[in-house]
């Protein structure tokens, strides 16, 4: 059997068919793979439930129809000209595009797909090191820890890049070498289709260190060059975008947001009160490393401990935590797992040729036969809101923050939208202390100061209850989605005789 030398000592290299049934190991990557795309496409809903796609297949159509990307806003009332720039724009191209093509059903294959590819991929590379079961364990806590995060946005279209990056990373670290400058091309694409590229770059270093912490005295010369020279091309190779090293501000821009962002739904600190997938995976691996002692290196423990920490404090780096963390623990897992390997020998290519065959045919089929018998409009939207807004010819609206988009996709500017770091700490704090009525009197003022005439809540939201009470304010749509309010003063003359 083959041996790796890395720092992490002799490891096995479980490589494809060495461990557990042969054949298990040639379809696992395709099970998951369907398995994640079948269920995607038929519970769809799921994907298109943000409503920050509909302003995502607008900025893409607003690239495509002026071949350029924008540097000011072009859709907000608040904000319209104000400098923005957004590092999704290829994903955003790739949405309106797929859009164009096949309605909401576009969108919804995309996503699928990139999903199902990122599974493929991440239980492909585990069963490189980890027997059959491991591997199972791992990837299926990993689709439960992302499926609140399973959304037609551009975060998932990153998750394979995401899943390859960290495995060169964490190979190259056990080999004490850097990674193949074959890689770079990766980062740049994962630069256009989302901000999350940094974290491909901060990953670097704590793995450099550690490839030169067991690399032997004499070597460490080389393979400091090698890490620095690939970390500087990597930075390099994340600043080719339209906006050249701006794209990198953007997450700093994010986190200047303060405690702004973690009262934005997918930002917010996980919830303990409730108990979850991510506390049983979370207390299961704490249970099973306490019961087996199993070990670490130091450096994989702190960034694991910091990849934790962040997704104690935003719950959206679950992502990161189930797609990137198996590859942390993969080469001491293996170690800890060696006795009670069964080698077995390796299946064929023929086999694994066939397996993607099957698996090509039966998402093509499903999402054929899916597309023409269901309906993929995203649900939850505030529709019926929206045209009762249009009858009244309505100005400026102040709108719930999670139907700004949905407001840009049907042309209307709105207060605010999910482009939070345009709008800023100050202004998205100053809306949602004023909507929950954490201060009366500058809902008042904000109503007036922004020359609001209607107004686009959720149900429950406590604006609501003082607007059906206000003077000058009546209540002329609700329903389980939204309810709109209309200054007076702004609504049509009634003809005579008309009914109230």
């Avoid at 439930?49 to 350029?68: C, E, L, M, P, T």
């Avoid at 947001?257 to 600190?269: M, Q, V, Y």
């Avoid at 423990?301 to 992502?319: E, K, N, P």
């Avoid at 770091?421 to 949602?432: A, K, P, Q, S, V």
Wanted: with cysteine.
């Amino acid at each position: 059997m083959l041996v790796r030398n890395s720092g992490l000592g002799t490891s096995p290299a479980f490589g494809s068919g060495e461990l557990g049934f042969n054949a298990l190991r040639v379809w696992l990557p395709f099970v998951f793979a369907l398995t994640a795309y079948l269920n995607l496409l038929v519970n769809n809903g799921r994907l298109l439930i943000d409503h920050d796609i509909y302003w995502h297949v607008v900025v893409g159509q607003w690239i495509i129809d002026h071949r350029a990307v924008p540097h000011q806003d072009p859709f907000s009332s608040t904000m319209l000209g104000g400098h923005w720039i957004t590092s999704e724009w290829l994903s955003e191209v790739l949405y309106y595009l797929a859009f164009r093509l096949a309605g909401w059903a576009g969108p919804v294959v995309l996503a699928a797909l990139a999903l199902a590819l990122t599974f493929y991929l991440l239980t492909r590379l585990l069963l490189k090191r980890l027997p059959n079961l491991a591997v199972m364990i791992l990837v299926g806590a990993a689709m439960a820890l992302t499926a609140p995060h399973m959304l037609a946005r551009p975060h998932v279209l990153v998750f394979p890049l995401m899943v390859l990056w960290a495995s060169a990373v964490v190979d190259a670290a056990e080999e004490q070498r850097a990674p193949s400058l074959a890689y770079l091309p990766l980062m740049t694409l994962w630069a256009n289709l989302h901000g999350s590229f940094t974290f491909g770059l901060a990953l670097l270093a704590p793995f450099a260190l550690e490839a030169l912490w067991s690399a032997d005295a004499q070597a460490r010369r080389g393979v400091f060059i090698q890490w620095f020279r690939f970390g500087v091309l990597a930075t390099v190779a994340a600043c080719i975008t339209p906006y050249g090293p701006e794209s990198m501000e953007v997450l700093f821009r994010l986190f200047r947001l303060g405690d702004a962002l973690s009262k934005i739904n997918e930002w917010a600190p996980m919830d303990f009160a409730s108990f979850g997938s991510f506390q049983i995976c979370l207390i299961g691996a704490l249970a099973y490393m306490l019961y087996t002692g199993l070990k670490l290196p130091p450096f994989r423990i702190i960034v694991l401990l910091a990849v934790v920490y962040q997704t104690f404090m935003h719950r959206r780096y679950v992502d990161i935590l189930a797609l990137v963390a198996p590859f942390f623990i993969a080469g001491p897992l293996s170690l800890h797992l060696v006795s009670a390997a069964i080698l077995r020998k390796g299946e064929t290519p023929a086999g694994s040729r066939r397996a993607f065959a099957v698996t090509a045919v039966l998402m093509v089929v499903s999402a054929v036969v899916l597309a023409m018998k269901t309906d993929f409009t995203p649900p939850l939207t505030p529709r019926q809101a929206v045209d009762k807004m249009r009858s009244l010819s309505t100005g400026r609206v102040l709108n719930e923050y999670y139907f700004g988009g949905y407001l840009i996709y049907v042309g209307i500017p709105p207060f605010i939208d999910g482009r939070a770091e345009l709008y800023g700490r100050d202004f998205i704090n100053r809306f949602l202390n004023a909507c929950g009525l954490a201060d009366v009197a500058d809902f008042v003022r904000l109503l007036d100061e922004y020359k609001i005439e209607t107004t686009l809540f959720r149900p429950g939201t406590a604006a609501i209850g003082l607007l059906d009470r206000l003077d000058g304010w009546e209540r002329v749509y609700s329903d389980d989605i939204a309810v709109v309010h209309h200054r007076r003063s702004a609504l049509p003359e009634k003809a005579p005789g008309a009914a109230h």
